[in-house]
T-cell receptor
C-alpha cells in the first residue's frame, strides 16, 4: 500500500473546458474526502463519501462540480465549464471510520492535482 | 471571523531552536485537533492528532490543546532544516460513530524556515 494516489498530478486547461480528476484511496478506507487549496490558504472541504454514498457537499461545490465514488473504491471529481477561479490544488483524503466514541477518523492526504485554467 | 485563525508567518529560526506554532478557533464543537506538515507543491502529511484537551508528545513534536481558551499549539524541539515547511492546524467536530461528515477545518498554515 503506497497511500492515497491522485491523477493527473497537473492539469492545464482552457476556460470552458471540462476536466476530471481521479483519486485512489488507501485500500479498505471507507471514507473519502475532496478538498480544494488555493495559494496561501489551508485546504477547504468540498465533499465527503462514506463507501459509495455522498453524504455531504460544501456550498463551495457549485453545480459545475460533480463527484462520484462508484462501488466505494476510487473517486472522480469533474468540473464542467471551467473558470479561472477554479485554478487550485485539488486534494483527496481517505480514512477508515470504525465508529465508536474514540474513532479518530484520521485523514491521509494524496499529493493533489494542480489545476490551472487559462 | 474565520473559524480557525493561524498566523501565516513566515517564521524563520536557526537550526536547533524550539519552534512554537499556534492556532485559535471559535467553534466550541471542535473536539479533534490535528497538525499537518505540507512541503511545497505536496499534499499535507499528518504529524499529530489530539482528542479534546491535553498534551501529546511524539519525538521532537509536542501538541497541546486548551479547549477552555480555544487555543492549540505545536512545539518542535531541536528544529532541523528538514522541518522547513508549511504547518497546518486542522480541527473536526465529529466525535464518533454514525453517518455524517468528519470534515476538517484548516487554518491558513504557517510557513517555517529553519536556517542551518
Amino acid at each position: 500500500d503506497t497511500g492515497v494516489s491522485q491523477n493527473p498530478r497537473h492539469k492545464i486547461t482552457k476556460r470552458g473546458q471540462n476536466v476530471t480528476f481521479r483519486c485512489d484511496p488507501i485500500s479498505e478506507h471507507n471514507r473519502l474526502y475532496w478538498y480544494r487549496q488555493t495559494l496561501g490558504q489551508g485546504p477547504e472541504f468540498l465533499t465527503y463519501f462514506q463507501n459509495e454514498a455522498q453524504l455531504e457537499k460544501s456550498r463551495l461545490l457549485s453545480d459545475r462540480f460533480s463527484a462520484e465514488r462508484p462501488k466505494g473504491s476510487f473517486s472522480t471529481l469533474e468540473i464542467q465549464r471551467t473558470e479561472q477561479g477554479d485554478s487550485a490544488m485539488y486534494l483527496c483524503a481517505s480514512s477508515f471510520g470504525a465508529g465508536g466514541h474514540l474513532s479518530t477518523d484520521t485523514q491521509y492526504f494524496g499529493p493533489g492535482t494542480r489545476l490551472t485554467v487559462l | 471571523q474565520k473559524e480557525v485563525e493561524q498566523d501565516p508567518g513566515p517564521l524563520s529560526v536557526p537550526e536547533g531552536a524550539i519552534v512554537s506554532l499556534n492556532c485559535t478557533y471559535s467553534n466550541s464543537a471542535f473536539q479533534y485537533f490535528m497538525w499537518y506538515r505540507q512541503y511545497s507543491r505536496k499534499g499535507p502529511e499528518l504529524l499529530m492528532y489530539t482528542y479534546s484537551s491535553g498534551n501529546k508528545e511524539d519525538g521532537r513534536f509536542t501538541a497541546q490543546v486548551d479547549k477552555s481558551s480555544k487555543y492549540i499549539s505545536l512545539f518542535i524541539r531541536d528544529s532541523q532544516p528538514s522541518d522547513s515547511a508549511t504547518y497546518l492546524c486542522a480541527m473536526s467536530a465529529k466525535t464518533g460513530s454514525g453517518a455524517g461528515s468528519y470534515q476538517l477545518t484548516f487554518g491558513k498554515g504557517t510557513k517555517l524556515s529553519v536556517i542551518p
